[in-house]
């Protein structure tokens, strides 16, 4: 059975204080790799999707990382606006089921 | 604009009252599917659906029936709905690896 883990459960930075998010995952065999920022009462919104170990991505001040056991979510130099949980979710090769982890509810203070 | 639009958006019923909640979108994309989120649950998986007449069961079905008859729609229907189905249930299509949500649905079961 596929399983993710987000480590922190909440943080809470400064403005300008860079830290990074954690998603350990177990698959049989990954096929994709997802995060999701959402929004109180939104829907989540499409980030990134990494597919193989070694891969990197970058958004503004986001940029995730995947190794074979997880992935990072690199926030630099945060902003207010940044506030948001952040979703992680697996995809194994065998099918098109998603899995996701509980998420990293993020607060940037001004 | 590209979206995907789900109806109602907040739904308070009582135990046994069928229902459906209704799901669309614009972009023509084949994959669909269903979720509900949950306090300390994270997303779960409901149904998904590769493509018209495609369907497949994600990681908690139990209680719920979804069709695909047309590429555009993926309604989900609770045939008889008990309070343990009270949730957020969001719906998304994809093309490739981008997924687009819907924006939730508040369904409370009394």
């Known amino acids: 059975e596929d399983q993710v883990t987000q480590s922190p459960e909440a943080l809470r930075l400064q403005e300008g204080e860079s830290s990074s998010l954690n998603c350990s995952y177990t698959?049989?065999?990954?096929?994709?790799l997802f995060w999701y920022r959402q929004d109180p009462g939104k829907g989540p919104e499409f980030l990134f999707t990494l597919y193989s170990a070694g891969e990197e991505k970058e958004k503004e001040r986001l940029k995730a990382t995947l190794t074979k056991k997880e992935s990072f979510l690199h926030i630099t130099a945060p902003k207010p606006e940044d506030s948001a949980t952040y979703l992680c979710a697996v995809q194994e090769t065998s099918g098109s089921r998603l899995t996701f982890g509980e998420g990293t509810q993020l607060t940037v203070n001004p | 604009e590209a979206q995907v639009t789900q109806n109602p958006r907040y739904l308070i019923t009582v135990t046994g009252k069928k229902l459906t909640v209704t799901c669309s979108q614009n972009?023509?994309?084949?994959?669909m599917s269903w979720y509900r989120q949950d306090p300390g649950l994270g997303l779960r998986q409901i149904y998904y659906?590769?493509?018209?007449?495609?369907?497949d069961k994600g990681d908690v079905p139990e209680g719920y029936k979804v069709s695909r008859k047309e590429k555009r729609n993926f309604p989900l229907i609770l045939e008889s709905p008990s309070p343990n189905q009270t949730s957020l249930y969001f719906c998304?299509?994809?093309?490739?690896?981008?997924?687009?949500f819907g924006p939730g649905t508040r369904l409370t079961v009394l």
């Open positions: 698959v049989s065999g990954l096929r994709g």
């Open positions: 972009m023509n994309h084949e994959y």
């Open positions: 659906s590769m493509n018209v007449e495609v369907t």
């Open positions: 998304a299509s994809s093309v490739r690896d981008t997924q687009y």
